[in-house]
Each structure stands twice: as C-alpha cells, then as structure tokens.
T-cell receptor, first 117, second 109 residues
Framework: DVKVTQSSRYLVKRTGEKVFLECVQDMDHENMFWYRQDPGLGLRLIYF???????EKGDIPEGYSVSREKKERFSLILESASTNQTSMYLC????????????????FGPGTRLTVL | GEDVEQSLFLSVREGDSSVINCTYTDSSSTYLYWYKQEPGAGLQLLTY?????DMKQDQRLTVLLNKKDKHLSLRIADTQTGDSAIYFC?????????FGKGTHLIIQP
C-alpha cells in the first residue's frame, strides 16, 4: 500500500519559533509537494521539488523554505512562525510530470494541522 | 494559467443523488480527476476520466465530461452519511495538477 506520512497530525507553536514539518514517501517518487489548505481558499501550492536538492516556488512561498536532501523526504520550514501561518499543511508526491497528456495522480499524506499562538 | 471553479457547498438529503460540478478554462488536460477529503484527513483519489470519454461509471459514482462546455461533474447516487467530505476536481496544468477550491458535501438526515 502506497504511503505518504507526515511527522505530526497536530502541532502548536509560538510566534517567532522555527518550525519543521517533515514528509516521507515510500513510493520512490521524484516529485514532492507542500500545500496549505484554508477554508474557502482550497489548496495552495507552497513549494515543490522534482528531484533531490531541487526546489521550485509555488504560488505562496513567502515565509517558507524547503529542504530535500533525500529522495523520500521533503521538509517544510517556517523560519519564524507567524499567526497567519496557522493552517492545515498537506504533503503529496507523484511520478515525474510529463505533460498534460499523461496520468499523474498525486498521493497525499494525512496532513498536519499547525496552530501558531 | 488554468482556472478551476467549484461551488463551495452542496447540501443533499440522505438517499438522494448528489451532483458536484466543476468548470475549467484550459482543455488540454488528458486526464481529469476527482479527489475526496474526509474530515481531518488528506486527499484520496476517488476516480478519474480520460478526456476522450463522455462518461465513466463506477458503482455509485458517475463522472460526466462535457468538453465543449469545459464542464466536469461527479454524481453520487444514494448519498450516504459516509459521503460527507470535501470533493476536489483536478486537471493537469503546466507544472502539475491544478485543483479546484473543493465542494463541501453536507448530508441532511
């Protein structure tokens, strides 16, 4: 059974703290993604990575950074957490993107609900 | 870029059919997907349709695709309380999948 796991289901942090969200996949996927999900806004892409040590900004990268040192692990870092980063964070992985003509299911983790006080 | 639109909420009575709609702007995607997100969980692929099909049926689920109108729909027959979730449509875009904002399906007893 394919699996994407996230390090925490719930996390509470204080403003200004450095926060690490970890994601691990066991499918040998090249692509990994970090989204945040907020009511009424749907999924918004923060960063994605298509290979080890490679990263691309998504739609809302401000206030976040990422790290991909190993193929199976993709970390999201909040350098100095702020209250407007309270959200549900979802990690996903997929095979390499080969254009709109190919099947490209993304597999999601269970999510981390982060609260910043 | 790709624009994918969905209504935010749909309320149906238990036992009725639910129809969740999705409209999009870019028709180049060969595959169109429906994901389901149960409360407190991540997204799971529910079904998908190949763009040269008009309809795909899988037990209680029917996917309809109208390429001319750029309209995708998901019909759930005999809606049950376990169907209560957020449903996302998704299409292939320039760099990967583009998701709609999701439709929250509310089941009334």
């Amino acid at each position: 059974d394919v699996k994407v796991t996230q390090s925490s289901r719930y996390l509470v942090k204080r403003t200004g703290e450095k926060v690490f969200l970890e994601c691990v996949q066991d499918m040998d996927h090249e692509n990994m993604f970090w989204y945040r999900q907020d009511p009424g806004l749907g999924l918004r892409l923060i960063y994605f990575s298509y290979d080890v040590k490679m990263k691309e900004k998504g739609d809302i990268p401000e206030g976040y950074s990422v790290s991909r040192e190993k193929k199976e692990r993709f970390s999201l870092i909040l350098e100095s957490a702020s209250t407007n980063q309270t959200s549900m964070y979802l990690c996903a992985s997929s095979l390499p993107w080969a254009g709109t003509g190919t099947y490209n299911e993304q597999f999601f983790g269970p999510g981390t609900r982060l609260t910043v006080l | 870029g790709e624009d994918v639109e969905q209504s935010l909420f749909l309320s149906v009575r238990e036992g009725d059919s639910s129809v969740i709609n999705c409209t999009y702007t870019d028709s180049s995607s060969t595959y169109l997907y429906w994901y389901k997100q149960e409360p407190g969980a991540g997204l799971q692929l529910l079904t998908y349709i190949f763009s040269n099909m008009d309809m795909k049926q899988d037990q209680r689920l029917t996917v309809l695709l109208n390429k001319k109108d750029k309209h995708l729909s998901l019909r759930i027959a005999d809606t049950q309380t376990g169907d209560s979730a957020i449903y996302f449509c998704a299409l292939g875009g320039a760099d990967g999948l583009t998701f709609g904002k999701g439709t929250h399906l509310i089941i009334q007893p």
